[in-house]
């Protein structure tokens, strides 16, 4: 009997769970018969993928059917997973409502020693519900809230065992989380008659207690009590008992609901104090008409402090360092402090960063924040934060921070779900200090051209920042989603000291969403990106000084990826040489470019408006343990100034790509090859001599002798010249972590 029941398991298994034997692989001996093709026919309610998914047999490697190369997986057929296949199908159909559904299998010779597989499918008519009674929930008083979700079952609904499986069982969880922790599944009796394929359901809910059915009574358990017991990780318990009452998601009292139970074992393992955590039901802590019930919560204390140090390399970052000291425990009240620091350009820079005078100089951070939980409420944590630093956007600006200070505020507005649902920050920063960027930067994004405002603008100053951000998270994993979605809202509203006496005020909006399907081995992704820098509350685009980290920029591994980092977008260039239009006096008068000249520097200014839209395609390789993921997407966006640029969707820039992803602890390890068909991007260009003077040498300027005074423009009409061979139009991004 054990043996029938093993076997009908292992058939239902991949029937319940698609995908769960998708990854084995059929193994060929000596004379087996390889398989080469996998078929469907008459799947007329379900996609062949979603088949393919549910049987063991399945076809060799891509590269062996179609290059007839050894790589990845060779799989032979097997007679015996055959006939069980089909078995597999039908089950896959009658938990889907069809109960007359016909499975034949054949073999086709497809080439010396192979075989090409089909499955014909007769799926026959749908069981429809003829009625669906449920009782047991009478003395329940939100009972037609619970059953709300059953009601489009009840009327000539096809009888999907699965569909309403996954609501019965809903509606256990909400029992559990009403005060009815004795909450059973309910006993099922169904009948169908196979002349009129119509089903007659009943469900009757009920508890058990100690192995005990039993109606589900008319009380509400509440808890009454709350009890510890904690084992501490040195002499004695650091961290007081009344500190961890405060952050469980219940007290006493409270209507007993199992969701506050798993969210307060949550938070208690985010403040990585316990090896272990336990918050459940006492051990008979109730009686079967009790109302009030003792929850046991259980704890293994673990270190208090740790120090973490790393060290690695990146193509502009050089050389980088990082360390972090955290006292989990400070002064008590499970207070936590961390303390950061970062080096990055320590050696080993690339020529190019070497000869940026922007990126050439040591970066660091150095902060310290303390993170205050359980001070305000178990879903609320404040945190302050003191910091330096000196960071560098390379061939673009520096800023360096002498001082700077910032306050958070975060709160979980859905503290009813498992997980971080809807997390609500609200924070504040002050800096002091400075940004540093060439004077073609400075004059091309802030219309600030003179010497001396620009000299100004490089001098210590005071920036405030006020934000608020909402995330809306409904993504299976956070490093890999692979399904769900996901909506991120940020507003920012700040002022800076330098551009004028006053202050300049300025607002930044973003939006970003993303969503994520799996279809077998497959999963889609997309995402799309608004953002918008505004003078003050206005709609307008910011035309007054921006610190450029406060801008928008595109382009990079994770934005458009046919652009290199920040490169999509306003551009300004330096060149090395110009030629000058004389008058008939011979007096210069106009500046451009010389034949032969050459980029001497390019700086990404950033843009005040942005649109960004990806799609890609991932599909997951059986072999190497479903390691390796293969990925085709497409990216779009564009980056303007309003009010200086307008917007038309033929000014999209389009790049389409491959990619490489191979999963790791810390994410996925990515490679990707976008091809970028476009010119160069077009931009203002200047000439700074000898004499510091800045001139814009554009072609068609009329700036006389290229002097740009407040209040002119150095128009962006300089093209610089590209290879128009294959490989120069390839852009490569090297990541960890998905794209989105």
Sequence with gaps: MRRVFLGALLLLLPVAFPGVLRAQDIACDPGDLEVRAVTFKGNQHFESAELASVIVTSPSSFARRHLHLPIGARRCLDTLELSRDAVRIRLYYRLRGYYKTAVKTSVQPAGTGAVAV??????????????????????????????????????????????????????????????????????????????????QLEYQYFEQFRGQPMPIPKRIAHVGRIEFEVAPGGDSAKIDTSTVR?????????????????????????????????????????????????????????????????????TLDCIRTQARLTDRDFFGGARRLELNGRLSHLALCPQNVRDDSISNRLNYYVSGTIRLRGLIGPHTLPSFTIFSERTSEYRAYVRETLIGGAAEVSRDLAPRDLRPGLPLSLSYRVEYGRTTASPAVFCQLFNRCALNDIERLQQNGSLHVFGVSLLRDRTDQILDPSNGNQLHIDLRSGTTSLDTANGTRFSRTAIEGSAYKTLGSSTFAVRLQLAAVLDGFTTAGATAYVPPEERLYAGGPNSVRGYNLNLLGPVVYIVDSYRADTAIDGSPTQFHPSDTAHVRQYSPTGGNTLIVANAEWRIRLPSLGGRVQLATFVDAGQLWNRPQQSFSFSDLRVTPGVGVRVRSPIGPLRVDVAYNGYASTTGSAYYVGSDNVLRCVSPGNTLQSGIVEPGDTCEPTYTPSSSNSLFSKLTFNFSIGQAF
């Design 246 to 314: 405060r952050l469980l998601s219940f007290k006493v009292g409270d209507v007993f609901r199992s969701k506050d139970l798993v969210r307060s074992e949550r938070d208690l393992y985010q403040l990585e104090t316990y090896s272990h955590v336990d918050v459940a039901l006492a051990p008979d802590s109730a009686q079967p008409n009790d109302s009030l019930l003792t929850v046991l919560v259980r704890l293994n204390e673990t270190k208090m402090r740790s120090l973490g140090v790393g060290a690695g390399w990146a």
């Design 118 to 199: 089909g499955f014909g499918i007769t799926e026959g008519p749908p069981v429809m519900i003829a009625s669906l009674s449920v009782t047991g929930l009478d003395s329940v008083t939100d009972r037609d809230r619970l059953l709300h979700e059953l009601d489009h079952f009840r009327h000539d609904h096809i009888f999907t065992k699965i569909e309403l499986q996954a609501v019965l069982d809903t509606v256990r969880e909400e029992l559990h989380d009403s005060g009815y922790p004795y909450a059973a599944a309910p006993l099922a009796s169904s009948e169908v008659d196979p002349k009129t394929d119509r089903a």
